[in-house]
Structure formats: C-alpha cells, structure tokens
C-alpha cells in the first residue's frame, strides 16, 4: 500500500510541476497566441462575426473569412443544452488542449484565445488576426472534437488601399 500511495504521491507531484510550468490557466496549459494573432481591443473592431454552437457538434458557420490586420468580435451563442467551447489555435495546439480536457473535463479557461459558453448564453471574443494562413477553431469539451465540432478561419492578405 505504501508504494502506490508514494506513485500517486508521484504522479501528482509530477503533475502539478508541470502544470505550474507551463501555463496560465485552470489546468496548466497555455497557447501560443501570436501564431494566430493576438486579443483584439473593443475601439479596433472592424467587423463582427456571430457564431452559433449546436449540441449536434457543429459550429454554424464552421468556415470563416477575415483578412489580415482584421479585429472581429466574435458574438458566439450556445443554443444547445450542453456547455461548449469556440478555441482557436493550431492543429497541433488544439490536438494537445483536447487531450487534457479529455482526462481534466473540468478544466476551466482563462486565456483570451478561449471562450466557453453556458447553455442558452452567448459571448463575445475580440480578435486581432496578424498573420495570413488557416487558424483553426473547435469545441474541446471531452468528445466534442472527436464528433466534429471544429471549424476554421482563412485569413487572407489585405490588399493595399488604391490610390486615386
């Protein structure tokens, strides 16, 4: 008995170091954010984009476009009856947060790439998109992703304003 409580002892020693030295967030964990552009200022918004989250596991629309230098407000709704999620990241970065939340489910979020909405309520997001190329979006709440809740923004150059 006394070697698996110096284990467990071990394991969560270990975990707990881990989390404290690598992120900022319930659950230890951070993101990358200027791979996928940076928190928005509310005065900077150049446009809003209103996303909806569905207990079918979609996000209406799951396809998105902004151009470079872009601040959005994203006004994100939950009209399900489940609490999901809207996080943007990469590929790699959101595979990785899935992975957590499927062993930590009660993992709670602060980072401002992030927004998690109560059943039947909405909220807002801001941000600034600095580079071009796909950032991808999903509902990381355990098996969301797996039964497709993801989406993805395309953000394009901004073509040079012409001079007359």
């Known amino acids: 008995m006394k ?3 110096t284990l467990v002892i071990l394991a969560l ?3 707990v170091a881990s989390a404290a030295a690598s ?3 319930a659950g230890g964990h951070e993101h990358d954010g200027a791979g996928i552009g940076l928190p928005g200022q509310a005065a900077r918004v150049s446009r809003t984009i209103a996303v909806d989250m ?3 596991m979609r996000f209406i629309p799951a396809k998105l476009a902004v151009k470079q230098g ?3 407000r994203f006004v994100i709704r939950n009209s399900g009856q489940l609490k999901h999620e809207f996080v943007m990241g990469t590929v790699k970065d959101l595979k990785a947060h899935y992975e957590l939340m499927k062993k930590f489910p009660a993992m709670e979020h602060a980072d401002d790439n992030m927004l998690t909405v109560a059943p039947g309520q909405s909220g807002e997001l801001i941000w600034q998109f600095t580079k071009t190329g ?3 979006f999903a509902c990381l709440q355990s098996g969301h992703y797996d039964a497709g809740m993801k989406g993805v923004i395309e953000v394009t150059q901004r073509h040079p304003a012409k001079n007359p």
Do not use: K, M, P
Request: aromatic residues 6%; proline residues 0%.
């Open 70 to 72: 872009e601040t959005i």
């Open 3 to 5: 070697i698996l409580n």
């Open 134 to 136: 796909a950032i991808n």
């Open 13 to 15: 020693a270990g975990f």
């Open 54 to 56: 569905t207990d079918s």
């Open 23 to 25: 992120g900022t967030h």
